[in-house]
């Protein structure tokens, strides 16, 4: 019970802000990730499972029974789910996939402006045992046991200082990957390669185009990169003057 008790007292624990400068080096090492092409090919696996997990989780809320994700090498991904193949259930199914990374990222900012650095890196843990329960090929599996073991090392070896700037980087690294992500969404459909995309099977659901959708999921990055910089204190939040 007193080993219970501890790990949740270190679960829950509020943790100083990192100074500006620490966080902002955070962030330039996760944007140099999404930038440089190699680093961006291994690490768009864990945009990948976000993804597929706002597809599965979206589909299980809306009722449709969940069949099972699947992840690939080449970074792509599919989650398989019954019901209705029309009607809003779908449609937010749908809409969930490329807005995840965003949301995801947007909600972890939140715990980690608040303090709960730590609570941040166990609730991402939590959550990939979610997803791993509902993976169905060994290379999902792989991907996702990666990415755990991943961020169980940096809660349970780093300091406090590091898990903080450990949980900055994921952070920044998930919000910025939502928004390259989409950006080779629209240079994938323009090359005509992408004609089962989310966009286009919302395009096809709703007879609104393609490119709109796009520009949602858009809409969506920029909006909660904007807002997280503002709940980690590096960014003004814009006021609309009334």
């Not at 700037?165 to 080779?184: M, P, Q, S």
Request: charged residues 10%; proline residues 4%.
């Amino acid at each position: 019970m007193d080993a219970l008790l501890a790990f949740w007292e270190r679960v829950t624990s509020q943790q100083p802000a990192l100074p500006a400068a620490e966080s902002w080096i955070a962030i330039a090492v996760a944007a140099a990730v999404v930038l440089f092409p190699p680093g961006w090919r291994l690490a768009r696996h864990a945009v990948t499972i976000a993804h597929e997990a706002g597809h599965a989780l979206v589909a299980m809320l809306t009722g449709r029974k969940l069949s099972g994700i699947r992840l690939h090498s080449d970074t792509s991904g599919v989650t398989v789910s019954r019901g209705r193949p029309r009607g809003p259930a779908m449609i937010a199914t749908l809409l969930a996939g490329y807005t995840a990374p965003a949301i995801l990222g947007l909600g972890a900012s939140w715990m980690l402006g608040a303090g709960y650095a730590t609570g941040m890196l166990w609730a991402l843990l939590a959550a990939l045992v979610l997803v791993l329960a509902q993976v169905r090929n060994w290379f999902g599996l792989w991907s996702v046991l990666v990415s755990g073991v991943l961020v169980f090392a940096a809660t349970w070896l780093l300091d406090e200082r590091w898990r903080a700037l450990v949980a900055t980087a994921i952070v920044a690294f998930v919000l910025l990957g939502a928004l390259r992500a989409t950006i080779e969404l629209q240079r994938v459909r323009r090359g005509g390669r992408a004609r089962n995309s989310d966009a286009d099977q919302l395009a096809r659901l709703t007879h609104i185009p393609g490119i709109v959708w796009v520009g949602v999921f858009l809409v969506v990055a920029v909006g909660c990169a904007v807002v997280a910089g503002a709940f980690l204190g590096l960014t003004p939040l814009p006021s609309i003057a009334g």
